[in-house]
């Protein structure tokens, strides 16, 4: 009677078993179903977090200023400009030139300059340190400053007397064919000699201003061109 009653206990233990696992099994079927959404669910939540924290770190670095540091520079440097038409317009040469990447310009040292203007007048410049813009439209000579227009001959004929303007400053601006300074400078246009505290010349206009205290040197002369001078105080 006992074994009997042992065996019916196993049989009732093994049917359960079976039904437990049987309902395992289903369970596990119906979850495997949902294991992609399961998937994508956690894919997306990661996706999330990353986008969320690492644009702050971004956003931090691209923020930081700009310093006024050199990004590239060159020894025994020529930067030459050209026109539309590919004619050369400028040309400065220096024994270095560094760019400055937030000022957008380029500082050489010992510079030479050499600028063709559109009647083929040749002007030359040279100064102890010069600063151009990467346009090359603008150059500030800074120390010894010397710019020299040589003599032209006009279509009629007469001269375009030499010119030469120097000081411790000089802004050439390219484009307006103009050379000014706030500091003193000494005009000498042929064996003439002029001097202000501060100067502006306007090559299209064919005009000199001079203002502060002026001086002029004139020497009595055949005829000859002659390039107008205002002075103001």
Known sequence: MTSQTSATGMLRTLRVLRICGQSFAGLWERLSLYLPLVMMGLLAVGTYWLVRNTPAAYEAEAARPVNHEVDYFMRRATVKTFDDDGRLKTEIFGTEARHFQDTETLEIDQARMRSIGPEGRLTTATAN??????????????????????????????????????????HVLMNEDRVKSHLPVVLTRGSDEFSGDTFDYDNLGQVADLKGRVKGRLVPRAAAGSVPIKSSR
């Open 129 to 170: 340190r010069a600063l151009s813009n990467d346009a090359g439209s603008e150059v500030q000579l800074i120390g010894n400053a010397v710019v020299v227009r040589e003599a032209v001959q006009n279509p009629d004929g007469s001269w375009l007397p030499r010119l030469e303007f120097t000081g411790e400053f000089l």
